[in-house]
């Protein structure tokens, strides 16, 4: 389990959860769970990324849970979800599959936000049928389905096997990540977040990144180097946007246009400049917005209407 480090003030302290419960995949794995905002809301689903948790929404569970019942878990082995030996996309698909099952009704629609590796989480389970009765819409920021090693920018050098070997390296360590000091803070920013980030945005995002366990990030590192959803993305079938950043180092725009590109029904791409990996971190407001538009627009209950099961809007 890890330390939990979190600010205690400020737009990046977790919110108190209104309830929360401990959800079982389908392999045994327990799966933290948080419920905030009215029970009879819309729903936002939020899965966070590598080495995140569900402080990491913060800033999108404060202002959404005002009209919205937003619903954050905690990846396997992240936050307050214990460790398991099963590392992969399956799991990660079982995981959101379980969450979906045990907090929204039979029929109902919800928007599933995924940063990271949580939107290569939807992709994962883009055939499950969970997600394909659930998902109303989609929003992806700052992910990619392939080849996440060899296009990363992390290392200052030219593509090739050389900086490819590097960035495993450094992105596969074993090493603890230790406190949080002032050059703990310098160097994620620079692997992870705009060169413009304010203090207070780093710091939130450093003390979540140093509560993964190490082993944790390890065994999820080496997922990632060998990721290849791109089936998956051609098989979210509803409405999907994408954000990201010009200034992504981990998963540069060209993985967001890519997406764009074999996406069924991608309805908008935005790229944000000087904005670094950690989008929802970075620009709160803009990450929180779509999510806001998207379930007005694809959620019926939010527009006041009569939600249509399922099996009659097949």
Not at 170 to 199: D, E, F, H, Q, W
Request: glycine content about 8%; proline content about 9%.
């Amino acid at each position: 389990m890890s330390r939990l480090l979190r600010v205690a003030d400020g737009p990046y302290a977790p919110p108190v959860p209104a309830r929360e419960l401990t959800v079982t995949a389908a392999d045994g794995a327990r799966v933290h769970v948080e419920v905030h905002g009215p029970e009879n809301a819309p729903a936002v689903v939020l899965a966070h990324g590598w080495c995140c948790s569900t402080a990491f929404w913060a800033a999108q569970i404060r202002e959404l849970a005002a009209d919205h019942r937003v619903i954050a878990y905690d990846q396997r082995g992240h936050g307050r979800s214990p460790a398991n030996p099963a590392y992969g996309t399956e799991p990660l698909a079982d995981d959101l599959e379980a969450v979906l099952d045990a907090t929204l009704a039979p029929g109902e629609r919800a928007v599933i936000a995924g940063h990271s590796m949580g939107g290569m989480t939807l992709m994962a389970a883009a055939t499950r049928p969970a997600v394909r009765e659930h998902a109303a819409a989609v929003l992806l920021t700052s992910t990619g389905s392939a080849r996440l090693v060899a296009s990363a920018t992390v290392v200052p050098m030219r593509a090739g096997r050389v900086r490819t070997w590097l960035t495993r390296r450094i992105l596969g360590s074993r090493a603890p990540l230790g406190p949080v000091t002032p050059l703990a803070r310098r160097i994620l920013k620079y692997g992870t977040m705009g060169p413009g980030s304010a203090p207070h945005m780093v710091d939130a995002c450093a003390r979540i990144v140093h509560s993964c366990p190490s082993r944790v990030r390890h065994g999820w590192s080496q997922v990632l180097d060998l990721l290849d959803l791109d089936h998956g993305v051609r098989e979210l079938r509803m409405p999907v946007e994408i954000v990201v950043g010009t200034a992504d180092r981990l998963t540069p725009p060209e993985h967001a246009r890519a997406l764009a590109a074999a996406l069924p029904d991608c309805v908008g791409l935005t790229e944000l400049p000087g904005v670094g990996h950690m989008t929802p971190v970075e620009a709160p407001d803009l990450v929180t917005g779509k999510i806001r538009a998207l379930a007005a627009t694809y959620i019926p209950s939010a527009r006041g209407e009569r939600a249509v099961p399922v099996e009659e809007s097949a």
